[in-house]
Nanobody, 127 residues
Framework: QVQLEESGGGLVQAGGSLRLSCAAS????????MGWFRQAPGKEREFVAG????????SYADSVKGRFTISRDNSKSTVYLQLNSLKPEDTAVYYC????????????????????WGKGTLVTVSS
């Protein structure tokens, strides 16, 4: 059974930091690219960051570039998202997803490219 379990969300003041984790099980994590998406209240889910299967390529949405960092530890089947310099507009439910294509060297994904999703973790940034 495939599972993606996000953790690390919470309430933080503007300018603060959080580290999100996504633990994967039930599939061969190490050969699939992974991504983080978010959905703010009343808005559509959007791409935040992606990482290729071997970590050699990363991509970020313009709105988070320079503030967020995606990484992965294939030995732990876990992908991380470090959130720094948080802003109120970063408030959203953050989801991790596994890409459909194994060994894909890219890191920029659309929602349609993902095959598995976690249930999300809420990040709330107060002003």
């Amino acid at each position: 059974q495939v599972q993606l379990e996000e953790s690390g969300g919470g309430l933080v003041q503007a300018g603060g930091s959080l580290r999100l984790s996504c633990a994967a099980s039930g599939f061969n994590f190490k050969i699939y690219p992974m991504g983080w998406f978010r959905q703010a209240p009343g808005k559509e889910r959007e791409f935040v960051a992606g990482i290729s299967w071997n970590g050699g390529s990363t991509s970020y949405a313009d709105s988070v570039k320079g503030r967020f960092t995606i990484s992965r530890d294939n030995s732990k089947s876990t992908v991380y998202l470090q959130l720094n310099s948080l802003k109120p507009e970063d408030t959203a439910v953050y989801y991790c997803g596994a890409h459909r294509q194994r060994f894909y060297g890219g890191s920029l994904f659309g929602q349609d490219g993902m095959q598995y999703w976690g249930k999300g973790t809420l990040v709330t940034v107060s002003s």
